[in-house]
């Protein structure tokens, strides 16, 4: 086992998972970047200097023990299993919104700043994945592509001898992200949602001007409780875990990127050991 020294301010998920999955969601501290970017900015397309995101990256992984697998986000749906085979080149960028594994050591992330960040594990710690969720991309399907792709995992195949895992033997842990006071949308958004399932209309509340206020961690768990999860923990909608309320401990996109000029990334993380 390599050593864990997680920065004090970093985020321990407390949910009901096994010894050997690690998992932890950054906040602002223990980095180098300046301001706007303050202090563990995780975001190399985020304006901040690349030098500085790059020694941020390297204190993650020492902390951790492990080099997080950074993906090249786009808001979409694709799934990849990690480790990627064959392998891509050195500079390659995985575009990818979500990602699973059962090989000990490799160390799913997701970045995000308002996005919601969504890690999974089983109950016997035999596999673990990441989705990076904003609206559009759970809209569209991001958390099914990925419980799918991780039901289909040979560690959790191969123990069931092929059956399919009971989706109540999935653990589930909602990071930080853009609260239900602070997330205004147009009705586009709430169109889309309510396609899906119209039971999605309580998790928005009317506003002037055609506007809504949107609950994205609210969105999630609903989405969830339909594939069968019973085990999800972490964002409960209240205050201390909108980043756009909380801006000396969590970098907020919508909160920064006009007044300040830019807005950091924080990383989600999860792991086998």
Request: include cysteine; glycine fraction near 10%.
């Amino acid at each position: 086992m390599r050593p864990i020294a997680l920065h004090p301010d970093w985020i321990v998920p407390r949910w009901p998972a096994p010894d050997a999955v690690h998992a932890v969601f950054t906040t602002r501290a223990g980095g180098v970047s300046r301001p706007p970017f303050d202090s563990l900015n995780l975001g190399r397309p985020s304006g901040d200097d690349v030098a500085c995101v790059d020694i941020n990256r390297r204190r993650l992984a020492d902390a951790i023990g492990y080099p997080p697998v950074f993906m090249g986000q786009v808001h979409g749906v694709v799934s990849v299993v990690l480790p990627v085979v064959p392998p891509l080149p050195e500079d390659a960028v995985i575009e990818a919104d979500a990602c699973t594994t059962d090989s000990p050591g490799t160390v799913c992330t997701v970045r995000v700043a308002d996005c919601l960040s969504v890690l999974f594990t089983d109950r016997a710690g035999r596999a673990v994945g990441a989705a990076h969720a904003g609206w559009r991309g759970l809209a569209l399907g991001v958390l099914e592509r990925t419980v799918a792709q991780f039901c289909q995992l040979p560690a959790l195949a191969d123990a069931v001898h092929g059956a399919p895992i009971d989706p109540a033997d999935i653990l589930v842990w909602l990071g930080p992200c853009i609260g239900p006071g602070a997330f205004e949308v147009g009705g586009e958004v709430r169109t889309a949602f309510l396609a899906g399932d119209a039971q999605a209309e309580r998790c928005f509340r009317p506003q002037r001007d055609k506007k809504w206020l949107a609950d994205l961690a609210a969105l999630a768990r609903q989405r969830l409780q339909a594939l069968g999860m019973v085990s999800i923990h972490g964002n409960d909608s209240t205050a201390s875990w909108c980043t756009v309320g909380n801006p000396s401990r969590f970098f907020s996109h919508r909160r920064d990127s006009v007044a300040l000029s830019g807005s950091g990334r924080m990383a989600a993380c999860i792991w086998i050991i």
